[in-house]
Structures are given as C-alpha cells and as structure tokens.
C-alpha cells in the first residue's frame, strides 16, 4: 500500500501536494474499510470531503464527517477498532485518539512515520493526521442517496444529497461559534451553482442549537444569505483555508463583494 501511495504523489509538483494526496488517498482508503464493513447502513457521509469525491471540489480536507442515521447495533469505539485494525493489516502503523462528547464523536486517526517513510518529512516522528466525526444526533429532515467513489478503488458510499449537504454547510458557516475558512469557500462553490438547500433540514438543524424558529424558504433565502454573509470576517477565512487550496489564488474570491454579487445573480 505504502508503494501504491509513492506512484500516485511521484506526478506531484511540490510537497505540500505530495502530503495533501497521501491524506487523501487514506481517506479514500478509510471510506473503503467503512463499506467493506458495512457501516453505511449506519451512517452518512457530508461535509468539505464529501463534496470533492462527488462532485470535484477543488480543496483538500483533513476530516472525514457523518451523521448517524441509524443508531442501532453501531458502537462509536467498535466502528473505529475495525478502521484501524484494517490500516494495521494494510500495513500502516496508526494511532487513535477518541474524544467523545455528548452528542458528536470524534477520533483523531495519525500515522507516525508515514511522512517520513514517503520522503515528506525528514522527522520520524512527524505524523499525518485524519479526524472522523460522527454526529450521533442530527436534526430531522435529511435525504441520502448513493455515490460511486472510482478514484483508487470502486465502492459506493450513502452520503447527504446535495440539497441536504448544502443546508448542513450552512448551519455550519452562520451558527458555528467560530469560523472554519473552508467553509465559506464551499458555501461559494454551493452559490455559484444555484443550488437550493433542503429547507427543512436547514430550518431544523437551527432550531435544535439556537432554540430559534427561522422559517427559511425560497422567499426569503435571498435576504437569510445577505444577512449572515454582511457580519463574517472574510479575512479571517481567507486565512485558514488558503492551505487547502489547489489553486490559491482562488483564495481572492472569498470577499464580501463577491458573495453578495453571486446571491444578486444566482438567487
């Protein structure tokens, strides 16, 4: 496996590269050992990550997320034993550390010496690092449908559909308690695509961690974006997410200016 990971970062131009496609490639790999084990009778894939495996978004991620749809016969720390106990036996040396609160759970999955073992890092100790969150309560409303992931391997994969992923990005860009950079450049990708959230989903997901009953909808998604995007610090977005980037000049368009003339055009 460590061999198949050299072919498929030699093409790459930089290190920064090299490592972000070597994360990747486990996260494909990770994904994998979760329908070979047939947890996606359990859960659904969302997020950032989802995102570019199905439909090309041009950032990498660190994060694996999922909803838990199914909360029978799934164990959080069960679920992760056989996740790592495959990489084990694929020959990866991994470590764990599982944080779980409440209602999300969380497991930082790292691979002491693979940078090094790549030539990506001249520390051994150095370690490439993949968070899998899991939240074991969402709001009502999602729908799921089934992707095919063709990059590396060929398994199918029960993800949040589009308008149900959108909605979720969001919550998570407006009512967060603090901002994540990436998402505002998802939420760009969404807009520039006129894509339209799963209201329900959106409107529920507020009420469970505000308490407030917003009642968005079509007719009044315009004025809900205007609002929201007018109180965001895009120069602190534009701070985190540039890493992520393929291309980094595309780090130019996460602008005030920007957002607001896409809402004026798309919706």
Sequence with gaps: ???????????????????????????????????????FKNIAFLGGTALRFFYGLKRFS????????????FKFDEFINQITKELNVLGFDVEKKIKKEKTVKTCMIKFPSLLYRLNLSPLKEQKLSIRI?????????????????????VFTVTGFDLPSMFSTKLHACFFRKYIKGRDFYDLLWYLGKKIMPNFTLLNNAIYQTEKIKMNINKNNFK?????????????????????????????????????????????
């Design 133 to 153: 969150e899991i939240d074991t309560n969402p709001p009502p409303g999602w729908n799921t449908q089934i992707y095919v992931i063709t990059k590396e391997f």
């Design 62 to 73: 660190e994060d694996l997320d999922f909803s838990l749809l199914k909360k029978e016969n």
């Design 1 to 39: 496996m460590i061999e198949l990971i050299r072919e498929i970062i030699e093409k790459e131009k930089n290190r920064e590269l090299k490592i972000h496609r070597t994360r990747e490639f486990l996260q494909i790999l990770i994904l994998k050992i979760i329908w070979d084990k047939a947890y």
């Design 223 to 267: 004025e809900f974006l205007k609002k929201h995007i007018q109180k965001i610090n895009f120069k602190e977005v534009k701070k985190d997410v540039e890493i992520f980037l393929t291309d980094k000049k595309e780090a130019e368009l996460l602008k005030k200016e920007v957002f607001f003339r896409i809402i004026e055009t798309n919706y």
